[in-house]
Structure formats: structure tokens, C-alpha cells
């Protein structure tokens, strides 16, 4: 089943709860929270306090998009604060199996992330252990970028290949994604959407989130 999962990168952070909540009744099932450290990407967002706050405000998963070094420093502290999810970047870890233990040893799903010039086939000694598998589908840092259309390939082919192996992890796929390109990423594969400004970007989250969800559910054929 597709799963719309509002980023909240584009939303009001001064109104965080409300934008959430809205997202929510408009059919959001996760929460995507995308943290930066001005190292890895060239920007800076939020850390675990944010999320600390979101818990109180929302009982949907929190899925935290970590965008950062050292990832293992600061895992702890995200598990303690509420979140549900963890993906770290095959890019920023060195020892990318230590770091999914240590999520898994915190009780949380662990998620690894590609940028899009990495190839899937980093991921084939892990996969087994995880629960999803995020595909970007811009270079991280920013909301509002524009989809690079190669990415439709990466994701039939992780589709294919989770096939292949039996495994059951899901996939999940970031960045650009609205009402020109949910259908074609659901299409290839992708049935976790994240989409920040085509859901927060003019603050009618509620409406867009409703719309853009009716677009992937027929694109997955789950409604006419
Ligand atoms: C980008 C973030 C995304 C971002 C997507 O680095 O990982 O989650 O919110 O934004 P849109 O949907 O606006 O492309
Ligand atoms: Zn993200």
C-alpha cells in the first residue's frame, strides 16, 4: 500500500502541530523530519528537541531523515526524543553496519539512504536488516528541487532486486515529489512518498496532502 509521508522541512515551524495535524487529516500516515548539520549538506534544520515536541503533538511515526556525520553520536538522543524511524546516508557512514545495530539496539526501524549518484549495489550486504530503503531523488539539503528523472530507474531496479532476494523491506523515495511525478515513482516501486513542499509549501497542508495521496492511490491502482 502506498503511504504518504509529509516532510515537514517545508512546513510552518512556527505553527508545527497544527501543520502536522492537517497533514494528517489529509491522509499522511508518517512523519518526515529531516535533520541537517550544515556538514554533510550545506544547510541546517532540526535536532532532537524538534522531535522531543512532535512526539507530544502527533501519534504518527516520526521518521527521521538523518542528513549528517557522525550519525552514532547523535542516535541515542533521537531515540530517547521519540522518534520512530532512523536513516542514516551510506555517504556519511563509515561503518554503516555498526551505525543500522545501533538503531536496531534503541528499538527503532533502520533505514539507509542513497543521494543520487550512488549506486544500489552498496547496499547488497545489509539489506536483509532493513526496513526501508531511501531512495533521493534530488541531492539532500533543500525542499523544492526539482526530480532527477533517473531516479525512476534506481527504484524499479531496487524493486526488482527486493524481489529477486524475498526480502521485504520497504521502499521509500525523496525529493520532487508532486502531482507531476508521484504517479511515475509509484509506478516504478516507490510506495513511501515524502513530499515537503508539495504538501506545507502554501500552507493548505490538509488539501494538498489529500490530493497528492488520491494521485499516488491510483497510480498504485488501490483506487480508481
Ligand atoms: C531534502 C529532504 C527532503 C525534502 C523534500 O534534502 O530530504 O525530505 O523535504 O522536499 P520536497 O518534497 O520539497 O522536494
Ligand atoms: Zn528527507
Redesign the pocket.
Known sequence: MVELVP????ADFARLADEVAAAERGGGTVI?C?V?DGHF?P?ITLGPPVIKSLRKATTLPLDC?L?IENANDYIPAFADAGANWISVHFEACTHLHRTIELIHDHGLHAGV?LNPATRLEVLSEILPMLHHV?I??????????K?IPHSLEKIRKLAAWRKELGLAFRIEV?????HDTVGQVVQAGAELL????????DGKAEENARALLADARKAAGEIS
Open positions: 516532510s515537514i522541512l517545508s518526515h529531516d541537517m549538506v544547510n531523515h542528513m539512504v531511501l533521493m531523488s534530488v541531492n539532500p539539503g533543500f525542499g523544492g528541487q526530480f525523496d525529493g520532487g515529489i508532486a515524502v513530499a515537503g513542499n508539495a504538501v506545507f509549501g
